[in-house]
């Protein structure tokens, strides 16, 4: 029984120390600039036009619902891989430990000087991954907001604060309520601008309002 014991411990050590030396990887990936890729194919400059924002509402606005649609599968692709690629190694805990660090990737990108994206899709493929039946709940929840208001930013904001509350509700552990706190934080103070121009009346559309000139608002 003491064998048995001590094989399960450095199985689930191992697995932790292999997500921890997989950081940095999961952080290159979540730096994987998709918005700017995509956009860059059809001769936009994603950080330079609309709202600034490299991310899958700015390209809906500048190039179309295809291209949009594209990145936001992408940067799912890299919350879920990082978060699946943890999940394998140490179950529920090195799921958030790489996703997580593929979120910070996405949002603050050393090679853009940390300015990144919002986190809302790379952070939805991550809980995708541990907890795919609120992720599937919240996404009807932001799909009607969205399309109801016309305002990706409101739909993103009201989200991120359900889902720690969500969570919490189903009776979430420690480690699940701080990191889905965390997120929930990160998602909606990368928004601020946002809010301030929805209090404005000054924030775009989402596939409306298809100016051209960088920071006119919206995601």
């Known amino acids: 029984m003491g064998l048995v014991s001590s094989t399960i411990e450095i199985v689930i050590s191992t697995g932790l120390v292999l997500c921890l030396a997989l ?29 600034g924002n490299p991310g899958a509402s700015n390209v809906i606005r500048l190039v179309g619902w295809r291209a949009g649609l594209l990145v936001l599968a992408l ?63 919240l996404g009807v929840v932001w799909v009607i907001i969205a399309k109801g208001l016309h305002k990706a930013s409101i739909a993103s904001v009201v989200v991120a604060a359900l889902f720690p509350i969500i969570v919490i509700l189903r009776g979430g552990g420690a480690l699940d309520i701080s990191v889905t706190c965390a997120l929930a934080v990160v998602v909606i103070g990368r928004h601020y601008s946002n809010i301030r121009r929805l209090v404005k009346g000054e924030e775009l559309g989402l596939g409306g309002g298809t100016t051209r000139k960088p920071n006119a608002g919206g995601e």
């Open 23 to 51: 950081i940095p990887a999961a952080y290159a990936l979540g730096m994987l600039p998709s918005a700017r890729l995509v956009a860059r194919r059809s001769g936009v400059d994603i950080a330079k036009e609309g709202s």
């Open 75 to 137: 940067d799912v692709g890299k919350g879920a891989l990082a978060a699946g690629v943890g999940l394998a190694l140490d179950d529920h805990r090195g799921a958030l430990i790489l996703g997580v660090a593929a979120v910070v990737g996405h949002v603050f990108p050393i090679t853009t000087r940390f300015r990144g994206g919002k986190g809302v899709a790379t952070a939805a493929g991550v809980m995708l991954v541990v907890f795919p039946f609120v992720v599937v709940v």
